[in-house]
């Protein structure tokens, strides 16, 4: 379905160059001369570029109809992460590329969220917040619990992860999967 500038609005998906966009800003501009315009901020599903773009007033978007599905994480083989569908419960292989830096996050039976157009999965998102055992890490010291400082720790997904010198070996922590930072201790 072809849509006028003035329907272009944030959380909009549309298609551009045999891409799927999402809009992230929207902006409708009438100068007091001229003919109206909208300048929008976008972001690739695919590839999360960033691109800023002009829609003159005369330009009809094709608007993209995007699924979301719940997956479960299952495993992974090669290249090639393993979910199966919470509905269908069938199995689909997604490339990591399309899991992105999440992929260090990815633990047994972990449900994510997938978006896709014409039955090709275009990102997996992880859920914000994942918690965590640490399976390796230097051994805390006794009262450093008001100092700040940082070591690293590796979890059991073996991501590792800056925290707290409090933080010892069988320690459930909350990991943050967005920026892959501590949030607190589970």
């Given amino acids: 379905m072809a849509l006028s500038i003035n329907e272009i609005k944030s959380g909009l998906t549309i298609l551009l160059d045999d891409q799927v966009w999402v809009v992230l800003e929207a902006q409708h501009i009438k100068p007091g001369k001229g003919a109206a315009f909208t300048r929008a901020k976008m972001r690739n599903m695919k590839t999360s570029n960033v691109q800023d773009?002009?829609?003159?007033?005369?330009?009809?978007?094709?608007?993209?109809?995007?699924d979301e599905r719940k997956l479960q994480y299952q495993y992974t083989s090669g290249d090639i992460c393993h979910f199966m569908d919470q509905e269908t419960y069938e199995d689909l292989g997604i490339p990591r590329e399309s899991v992105g830096d999440g992929v260090k996050f990815l633990k047994d039976n972990?449900?994510?969220?997938?978006y896709s157009y014409k039955d090709d999965i275009l990102s997996v998102n992880l859920p914000n917040f994942v918690i965590f055992e640490v399976v390796q890490t230097e051994p805390g010291i006794r009262g450093d619990t008001a100092k700040s400082g940082t070591k690293p720790a590796e979890v059991e997904t073996r991501a590792v992860v800056q925290v707290p010198l409090f933080i010892n070996v069988g320690d459930h922590i909350k990991v943050d999967t967005r920026t892959g930072g501590y949030v607190e201790r589970a």
């Fill in 53 to 66: 773009r002009t829609f003159r007033g005369d330009e009809k978007i094709e608007e993209a109809f995007v």
């Fill in 110 to 114: 972990l449900e994510v969220t997938a």
